[in-house]
């Protein structure tokens, strides 16, 4: 089946600096993947859409300054946390869709991000 | 607003009872997918309903999707504690993202 996976599984750094997380679908190739970021007991929700090639779509309140996304190929996209702050620590998930539709998305295992 | 409703948020049972979850919308979808997430990993597939009316059974688990596919319930029978997690329902609406639904977490105590 389509694997996605996720680089590193944990982290933790100091206030003030960047953390890049990969995504990676190993056997599938992803015109699209998504970020979500989920809060303790909570949901995923939606970061931002990443185009293989183009620009990413961020949703409503997200600052594209902050997380900056890079999608170079069809096999990975990453998400950069600049200058993070405790309030970005969070349990952050990327997700790749087989047809680059927004059905059928298969999930990575998450990235555990710790702020100090 | 939440477009996904799910309820309970939370529950708790016995080993061997049953349950429902039910995910709620007033928006029509093209297509409703359920995951199961484990702390500390990633959401998982079960299954996606695309007709209405539609019933799905993955062995213990049914998944039925409401004939104007605005609605999605998730049954399981003799629950187990391998089947603790939280629930999560998901929209699918054109070419637009998955819209999530809040969760269930479920806990079956042995």
């Known amino acids: 089946g389509a694997v996605v996976s996720q680089h590193p599984s944990r982290v933790i750094c100091k206030s003030g600096t960047s953390v890049k997380i990969e995504c990676r679908s190993l056997?599938?190739?992803?015109?699209?993947m998504f970020w979500y970021r989920q809060f303790p007991k909570q949901s995923l929700m939606l970061m931002a859409t990443?185009?293989?090639?183009?620009?990413?779509?961020?949703e409503q309140g997200v600052e594209k300054d902050k997380f900056l996304i890079n999608h170079a190929s069809l096999t990975l996209s990453t998400l950069t946390v600049t200058s993070a702050h405790p309030e970005d620590s969070s349990f952050y998930i990327c997700?790749?869709?087989?047809?680059?539709?927004?059905?059928?998305?298969?999930f990575g295992p998450g990235t555990r991000l710790t702020v100090l | 607003t939440q477009l996904l409703e799910q309820s309970p948020q939370f529950l708790s049972i016995q080993e061997g009872e049953n349950l429902t979850v039910y995910c709620n919308s007033s928006?029509?979808?093209?297509?409703l997918q359920w995951y199961r997430q484990e702390p500390g990993e990633g959401p998982v597939l079960l299954v996606t309903?695309?007709?209405?009316?539609e019933v799905k059974k993955l062995k213990r688990l049914t998944f039925q999707f409401g004939d104007a596919r605005k609605d999605s319930s998730l049954h399981i029978t003799a629950a187990q504690p391998g089947d603790t997690g939280l629930y999560l329902c998901?929209?699918?609406?054109?070419?637009?993202?998955?819209?999530f639904g809040k969760g269930t977490r479920l806990s079956v105590i042995a």
């Open positions: 997700s790749a869709g087989l047809s680059g539709g927004t059905d059928t998305q298969y």
């Open positions: 056997d599938f190739q992803a015109t699209t």
């Open positions: 990443s185009n293989e090639g183009s620009k990413a779509t961020y």
């Open positions: 928006s029509v979808f093209s297509s």
């Open positions: 309903v695309v007709t209405g009316g």
């Open positions: 998901a929209g699918v609406r054109g070419n637009t993202p998955l819209v």
